[in-house]
């Protein structure tokens, strides 16, 4: 089965991994964690919604480089470091949700954890697209 790789401009150079795989023969899109970073891969904000904001654009923009919209977007998978803080900041979070998805709520969970890679990092997210 081919895959793919996706990795656009706007996200910087990987290091170790692709932001996105596509399976051609499934039409499936994999898209790897995506944290706060900009084009030289620093955070972009402390903040922790501004977090989630970059985070989920720079999902998106992996989707859309391979081809796709957010309505493509099957699943989410979000991680945070401090599920206390979502829940206290939650409608901020979902008014950044809703002006880069609109009313598409694809399959999600979101776990708490201990820390992400980056140390700065609050917000991870991952999907799965279907193209």
Same mark, same amino acid.
């Given at each position: 089965?081919?895959?793919?790789?996706? *990795?656009?401009? $706007?996200?910087?150079?990987?290091?170790?991994? %692709?932001?996105?795989? =596509?399976?051609?023969?499934?039409?499936?899109?994999?898209?790897?964690?995506?944290?706060?970073?900009?084009?030289?891969?620093?955070?972009?904000?402390?903040?922790?919604?501004?977090?989630?904001? /970059?985070?989920?654009? *720079?999902?998106? $923009? =992996? !989707? @859309?480089?391979?081809?796709? %919209?957010?309505?493509?977007?099957? /699943?989410?998978?979000?991680?945070?470091?401090?599920?206390?803080?979502?829940? /206290?900041? +939650?409608? @901020?979070?979902? @008014?950044?949700?809703?002006?880069?998805?609109? +009313?598409?709520?694809?399959?999600? !969970?979101?776990?708490?954890?201990?820390?992400?890679?980056?140390?700065?990092?609050?917000?991870?997210?991952?999907?799965?697209?279907?193209?």
């Amino acid at each position: 089965m081919p895959l793919k790789s996706i *990795n656009p401009a $706007s996200l910087g150079a990987p290091s170790g991994f %692709s932001h996105g795989v =596509v399976v051609d023969s499934a039409k499936l899109l994999f898209v790897a964690g995506q944290i706060a970073t900009d084009e030289q891969q620093k955070i972009v904000s402390a903040d922790f919604v501004d977090q989630f904001d /970059r985070a989920l654009a *720079n999902l998106i $923009s =992996v !989707v @859309e480089a391979a081809g796709g %919209s957010t309505p493509h977007i099957a /699943r989410l998978i979000i991680y945070v470091t401090d599920k206390q803080e979502y829940s /206290r900041r +939650k409608r @901020e979070v979902g @008014e950044r949700y809703r002006a880069r998805m609109g +009313k598409h709520f694809p399959a999600m !969970v979101l776990v708490e954890v201990k820390g992400l890679l980056d140390d700065e990092a609050k917000v991870e997210i991952e999907g799965i697209a279907a193209l």
